[in-house]
């Protein structure tokens, strides 16, 4: 009986936070954020040169086989350090097929993610409300998938995308391939730049799958999505600190004031106790199979609106500078907008909590 | 992370099951007042070696060596059947570990036996009227005349005094010293001449709390726990023994259970209330603040048990705050589910159930009542000083006086 991370585990975030702290300073994470691309082949092979690209995949395909907590516990640091890149669409499609594909298809396809020779992403959701697999509607004939995807993350950098389609079936495709167009679309969040992708007869491997295995594929992102916001909203916590401490008013610095105080207060409250929220989601998906489902919706579901709550009152505590775009503030505002609204709001996973749950 | 139990624990959790099958009594036993059938069940679950654990067995505790694992077993077993364990009373959960840390042998001798069984009863005389969360600034006096302390002042919020045998509280003894310095612990018998209790009523209607008054009441001069002018560092010891802190994760489960029962058993627009999407995403929404309490509270059990409280200092601070609000959320939500029905004055019966009925009317209660724990023990607006900080750092307020 013990909830808590193993000495491993810290030290994998050790490392991570120290990647980060070293190669996205806010200087630099600054300087990609207006270039708008969301994207640094450096950062990125930084982090393939770590094992976070195949930290998830078996050791036979040439992965780390290490669990999705190990992987949300990454994904809560590229949250706090906001790291731009394809790291969420990677890690998911490489879950996906390891879910659901067969031995030679994981043989030809997991070595290359691992290694970080190719980047992937997942196309699943098609519009701003058809998120779950019931919605999906994408077809594939013979060997070619049609439809169009909203909200892929990533899609500009990737190199094979994993679709989503009719039934929850999964679909592997190459995004320099014919039939694919990639439209670039104008996302809040510009560490993670995101677009709507078309199949036009896209030439695809079906990898297999159906309704439930896609459910478990979006709980694995449900999890990462927590922990993203999880980890923004903390970092927001330190930035609400920092300048409280050194921003001065009627003679006294303004964390000296209660309404400042307790603003900090109530919103560390917030966050804090419920990063016991997705360590155990993401422990449920890798050893509790019926606890799984509803404890991924209700991490999403309460981080990434409490992670919400606390990124507006840190753009309140920062006065007018916290409405500005130089105030470091909204990068991790836009970076929670993002975890909260892709792939199922909160009140959507309060739906299914409650469904689940049998009230 | 693992959250299976060890063949061993999983052998200690048969084993208090298999002892919880005496519970409730039965035969001629099932016929004593509830009071009584308690304390004969405490008794067999202190030879179990399953009640007041950490008590030496010289004193009437069962003396058990520290397993944190073992703890939350006998807590998730006992509170699933509503076995009586050990007393949470000011006597039991408060002077009792005060005494094992600073009292003298006689002391431990005399008092911790009693309070243990609920035999003599205990109260706490800590507020007084100018004192509150200010409480070092407290001017009830004790002054020493021969072998007695003479009290004179007024305490105020004692809950129980009505029934107290005794009240362990905070007097000023050295008024001339810095007001953190000049306090002492002392142990009062409720019965001496200058000592009278007058009932406070709470806003929902129930008698729980007091005011008490001393004009020259007189206790023997040993009654005093430690040294002159360290009673304020007594009485914070208390506060620091980690298990009173973590608190009780499960009482928070049975309320959001009643919450959906409620939601269950009430209309809206002629179907159950709980098919309405609206409040279905409301009660998922306190959900998720009930499996945070949850889970916070087994993170922080965690490190008690490797031995790594400093790593969960900050959870721990919000426990108070966060379990206060989060009871409030369920409360608020049941006396929406009530609509009209929260007009209704609480039943003259229900007053001493502390909300704790499902009738409409028990939840018209519990929804005053809620207000409650976010005053007593630490109002949370002290409790969110003491997050800002000691948990992040944020400087202490202007205080006049230091």
Redesign the interface.
Known sequence: ??????EEQELLQETVRGFAQNECPTTRLRELFDAGTGHDPALWSGLVEMGIAGLIVPEEQGGAGMEL?DLALVAELLGEFAVPGPFLGHSLAALGVTLVADPAQREAILPGLADGSQIATVALQESAFGFAPGEWTAKIEGDRVSGTKAIVPSAGQADRFLVGLQGGRLAWVDAKGEGVRIEPVEGVDRTRPISTVHFAGAPASLLGGDEASAWRLLDAASVLLAADAFGAASKL?DLD?AY??SREQFG??I??F?AI??T???I??DI??????F??AA?AWD??PEESARAAS?AK??LT?RAMDAARQSVELHGGYGFTWECEVQMWFKRIMFDRSCLGT??R???R??EL?G? | MDLEYSAEHEAFRGRVQEFLKGWPLTGAESKLPMEEQEAIFRKRGIEAGFVYRSVPKAYGGSEQPRDAIADRIIQEEFYKVGAPRDLLTQGAGMLVPTLLEFGTEAQKERYIPPALTGEERWCQGYSEPGSGSDLASLQCQARLDGDEWVLNGQKIWTSSAQRAHMMFGLFRTEPDAKKHDGISYLLVPMDRPGIEVRPLKEMAGGHEFNEVFFTDARIPAGNIVGQRGQGWQVSRATLVHERNLIGNPFMMREAFSDLLALARSRTRDGRPAIEDPGIRRRLAEIEGYVQTCELSNMRQFTAANRGEMLKVMRPMMMNKVFSTDTMQRIARCAYDLLEGDGVLAPLEEELDKWGRTASPTGWVLQYMFSLGPAIAGGATNIQLNIIGERGYGLPRDLRRTS
Not at chain 1, 1 to 6: N, T, V
Not at chain 1, 272 to 277: D, F, N, Q, V
């Open positions: 009986m013990d909830f808590g991370l193993s907590l916590i600190v409280s401490l006294q610095p964390a000296q209660q105080k307790h900090i207060a109530r560390a409250t804090e106790p419920a990063r016991a929220l360590w155990y422990h050893h509790l209700v579901a309460h609106d909160p009140d996973h309060r739906e909590t409650a749950g009230y």
